[in-house]
């Protein structure tokens, strides 16, 4: 089985996208074979692998993306994935592994236009058709936006574990929180639809802090941070296994460049080179923790 993990904090911004995207690459890089879905309208992880021009085609008619599986719901997520998605100019491969189910800005329609089948849900439908893909996988990761409306709902119920990436401040403590209160009432109304073949409903498995700039003394925001994971852990509204991850991922402008470039940062030449005091050497350590952590549900 392939490890299923969404990344989704409920505060914005903190960077979701960046380390989900850098993650995934630093596992293709270690041999693993990854598939990222993007459920964030915003598009932002499928504009920043596809590059504008790949994108824009896919944005134009609706045609490839995520969405289409739901209208005009005669796509299968199998016929969306795009193969070892980074590319060069001349379209050479330069990520082998990494694999992308892209969307497109009609993914907003799933949150109002959309009605389905009540008695199969968006969510039910997603997880069905990314079970039959399951196999050729080693992880499949969701890039969710900060809430858990219809687009997110897929990523929550079909993994099994969630990453929460927070800066060291009171925001993403609140949006923590307010994520942890809204799964369990997720977990909720959905766990009808739940089969045993699906493992078990997702559970924060753990606190990625980000963007953490050099000098500054982050140990108040990190102790805050654990003191309310240990009192969801009590009340079994976290993982048992759940920890703030050692690794930390600092600031640094490589990783603005990066999105700008089209490229995961270990594929920005000098600048991503993977030194041990570097960028992206926090990413393959948080790619290794991650890929060590044995999740306990
Ligand atoms: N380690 C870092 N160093 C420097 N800049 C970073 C770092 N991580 C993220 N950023 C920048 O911070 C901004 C927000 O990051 P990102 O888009 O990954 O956040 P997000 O949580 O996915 O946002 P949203 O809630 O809109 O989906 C981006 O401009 C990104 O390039
Ligand atoms: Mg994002």
Redesign the pocket.
């Known amino acids: 089985m392939a490890r299923k993990i969404s990344f989704i904090?409920y505060?914005?911004?903190?960077?979701?996208?960046?380390?989900i995207?850098n993650t995934a690459a630093a596992l293709a890089k270690m041999g693993k074979r990854v598939l990222l879905f993007d459920l964030?309208t915003?598009s932002?992880a499928s504009i920043w692998l596809l590059k504008l021009d790949r994108w824009n085609k896919i944005n134009a008619t609706g045609e490839g993306s995520i969405y289409s599986i739901f209208d005009p719901g005669k796509s299968h997520i199998r016929d969306l994935i795009l193969k070892d998605v980074v590319e060069g100019k001349a379209g050479e491969k330069l990520l082998p592994g990494l694999d992308l189910v892209p969307t497109s800005f009609n993914l907003v329609d799933l949150e109002a236009e959309y009605t389905g089948d009540p008695k199969r849900p968006a969510y039910v439908v997603f997880c069905e058709q990314v079970a039959m893909v399951e196999p050729e996988y080693d992880f499949i990761l969701f890039?969710c936006?900060?809430n858990i409306l219809r687009a997110s709902q897929c990523g929550v119920f079909t993994s099994n574990e969630i990453y929460v990436?927070s800066n060291p401040d009171a925001l993403s403590l609140i949006g923590f929180t307010l994520l942890v209160d809204k799964l369990q009432k997720f977990h909720a109304i959905s766990g009808s639809f739940r089969k045993a073949s699906m493992g078990a409903p997702a559970q924060v498995q753990g606190l990625i802090f980000?963007?953490?700039r050099t000098g500054v003394d982050i140990e108040v925001p990190k102790m805050r941070m654990q003191l309310r994971l240990n009192q969801f852990r009590a009340a079994k509204r976290a993982a048992p296994s759940s920890k703030i991850f050692n690794t930390q991922?600092?600031?640094?402008?490589v990783?603005?460049r990066s999105?700008a470039l089209g490229l995961p940062v270990i594929l920005v030449g000098t600048e991503g080179a993977d030194t041990t005091d570097s960028?992206t050497n926090d990413y393959r350590k948080l790619a290794t923790e991650i890929a060590q952590h044995e999740p306990q549900f």
């Open positions: 904090n505060k914005g911004g903190v960077g979701k996208t960046s380390l995207v964030d915003q932002n890039d936006p900060p990436p980000n963007s953490i991922i600092r600031d640094a402008m990783v603005r999105v960028v």
